[in-house]
């Protein structure tokens, strides 16, 4: 609740304050903002399914070598962990990457 000494805002500031978010939805709307809303979306899905894919194949091959050679749990691990950090690796080379580009 306004001060008794303090003045009400203006209908004109109102009136350009809600033009302003008119204008804004509309550009929504439009699908202006929404593209790149969606493309940011899509790379930031596509890192993470690097990252995935990374350690399911480093999973993968860990597991292969250990039935290969029978060294049980050894060969898993050591492969999930190392897909993992390779597809870390390939998330901050994008990153860095997309970076320089907007500079």
């Known amino acids: 609740m306004p001060k008794p000494d303090d003045p009400l805002p203006s209908l004109e500031s109102l009136s ?14 439009n699908g202006e903002t929404s593209a790149s809303s969606r493309r940011q979306l899509s790379k930031i899905a596509g890192l993470a399914g690097g990252l ?4 399911a194949v480093g999973g993968t091959c860990g597991y292969m070598i250990d039935r290969w050679l029978a060294t049980s749990p050894i060969g898993l691990i050591s492969g999930f962990f190392l897909g993992f950090a390779a597809g870390f690796y ?5 990153a860095a990457k997309d970076n320089v580009e907007k500079e």
Do not use: P, Q, V
């Open 16 to 29: 350009i304050k809600i033009d302003t978010a008119k204008s804004r939805t509309d550009k929504e709307k």
């Open 90 to 94: 390939n998330l901050i080379k994008e």
């Open 52 to 55: 995935a894919a990374g350690a």
